[in-house]
């Protein structure tokens, strides 16, 4: 008896852990950062071999940044009242399939492929996993998650005292190292990221979403395209 109740235990935790997270490639409640923001910044670090890796990731066919619609207006919203105080957004990631995910997870169990280690100076290649810098199922891949930081109108550089993917205490959002100004500027995009309706993470300064994510249990896998 006990064994049968092993085996059922066994058999719905292995249910309840399938079912809890879905991958779909349906892309109809997505849309492109730039037909709600007309003015914003793309360096889409993925479509290029400018990242960790140093090769270009799987499922980015283009330099685009989509959202779902919500995380998009939400994502509007913070775009115009820091356009009132004479900053524009850059984006680096948003929408990340969940092949783009697998690619890293794979990029990290290559031992023979060590990537750009300037994103990662003080780590072992396999603290990335270890440590949650890196993860096997990523909210961005969710859609309502973004990669961002400011400049001026003028598409001058905003010193936010480090730089996107740095995998480093120098990238957590209260690092005590930072100049006034520095501070400051992570502050001012902290804040109207905050307003907007998005929440921030303790390791990078760069990454928020939504936080009445309209997909918080699923997966999206299509393209970048």
């Known amino acids: 008896m006990k064994r049968l109740v092993l085996i059922i235990l066994i058999l719905f935790s292995f249910i309840t852990t399938s079912y809890a997270s879905q991958i779909s490639c349906d ?11 007309d003015d914003a910044v793309y360096d889409i670090r993925y479509y290029s071999d400018y990242n960790f890796t140093g090769n270009k990731i799987n499922g980015y066919k283009a330099p685009v940044a989509y959202m779902t619609k919500e995380g998009a207006k939400a994502l509007s919203i913070a775009s115009d009242n820091l356009r009132k105080r004479g900053y524009r957004l850059l984006i680096w990631d948003s929408y990340r399939p969940q092949k783009a995910v697998d690619n890293f997870v794979e990029w990290i169990n290559n031992p023979n492929d060590e990537g750009d280690k300037s994103f990662y100076p003080n780590l072992n290649k396999s603290d990335l996993l270890k440590g949650q810098y890196i993860m096997a199922k990523s909210g961005h891949s969710r859609g309502s998650t973004v990669d961002l930081t400011l400049i001026k109108k003028d598409g001058s550089f905003v010193d936010m005292g480090g730089t996107f993917d740095l995998f480093s205490e120098v990238s957590h959002p209260d690092y005590k190292k ?38 918080p249990d699923t997966y999206f896998n299509f393209d970048v395209e």
Do not use: C
Not at 199 to 209: L, P, R
């Open 178 to 215: 930072l100049t006034g100004k520095q501070k400051k500027n992570r502050k001012i995009l902290h804040d109207a990221m905050i307003k907007a309706g998005f929440k921030g993470i303790d390791s990078e300064w760069w990454h928020f979403t939504l936080e009445n994510e309209p997909y």
């Open 27 to 37: 892309k109809s409640d997505f849309v492109p950062i730039y037909t709600v923001i």
